[in-house]
T-cell receptor, first 113, second 114 residues
Framework: RKEVEQDPGPFNVPEGATVAFNCTYS??????FFWYRQDCRKEPKLLMS???SGNEDGRFTAQLNRASQYISLLIRDSKLSDSATYLCVVNNFQGGGSYIPTFGRGTSLIVHP | DAGVIQSPRHEVTEMGQEVTLRCKPI?????LFWYRQTMMRGLELLIY????????DSGMPEDRFSAKMPNASFSTLKIQPSEPRDSAVYFC????????????FGPGTRLTVT
């Protein structure tokens, strides 16, 4: 089993739709989680951290389910500009202040008019 | 802040040649990461440094790859000799450990080995 798994998609949705992605992780000791966005031929950029209690940033909501070992990203009122690949990241701490980040392969989102 | 700076942005080289990729992390960040991204394998962590010290290099594919961080503001990833299967986009990222461990990526170096 891969450490971090995502449905590659693509998720093809109309403008205004609500779409959700999940990301599962295998290490129950994983300690911090993030969602990144990557546009075609660009670098990944931090979208949002994922907190234990769940967090929201405008149209984006991230949640963590430790019992089932997954994180989710919900996008409401999709915009054309939301079209991108969404990568989840799981950090496993190694002690001494260091950690190992593991990226999922990403989920492709296409928002059409 | 200028963000993470990588050079060159594009590199085309012939098999067997040495390739050196460069990275300048965000000033004040104390962790630096080298990644490789391909369609087949996604984003793979090659090596990372904490306070200029290599912490984990288990992702380095083989002895042809080496990385150094001589000071807090500069790192190199070297491939010698290069092979066509090394063709990929190589990203450098940095983070400030105490700031929730968020990473900031450079624009990447697109490497093509013919």
């Amino acid at each position: 089993r891969k450490e971090v798994e995502q449905d590659p998609g693509p998720f093809n949705v109309p403008e205004g739709a609500t779409v959700a992605f999940n990301c599962t992780y295998s290490n129950s000791a994983s300690q911090s989680f993030f969602w990144y966005r990557q546009d075609c031929r660009k670098e990944p950029k931090l979208l949002m951290s994922v907190y234990s209690s769940g967090n929201e940033d405008g149209r984006f909501t991230a949640q963590l389910n430790r019992a089932s070992q997954y994180i989710s990203l919900l996008i409401r009122d999709s915009k054309l500009s939301d079209s991108a690949t969404y990568l989840c990241v799981v950090n496993n701490f190694q002690g001494g202040g260091s950690y190992i980040p593991t990226f999922g392969r990403g989920t492709s989102l296409i928002v059409h008019p | 802040d200028a963000g993470v700076i990588q050079s060159p942005r594009h590199e085309v080289t012939e098999m067997g040649q040495e390739v050196t990729l460069r990275c300048k992390p965000i000033s004040g960040h104390n962790s630096l990461f080298w990644y490789r991204q391909t369609m087949m394998r996604g984003l793979e962590l090659l090596i990372y440094f904490n306070n200029n010290v290599p912490i984990d290099d288990s992702g380095m594919p083989e002895d042809r790859f080496s990385a150094k961080m001589p000071n807090a503001s500069f790192s190199t990833l070297k491939i010698q000799p290069s092979e066509p299967r090394d063709s990929a986009v190589y990203f450098c990222a940095s983070s400030l450990v105490l700031a929730n461990y968020e990473q900031y990526f450079g624009p990447g170096t697109r490497l093509t080995v013919t």
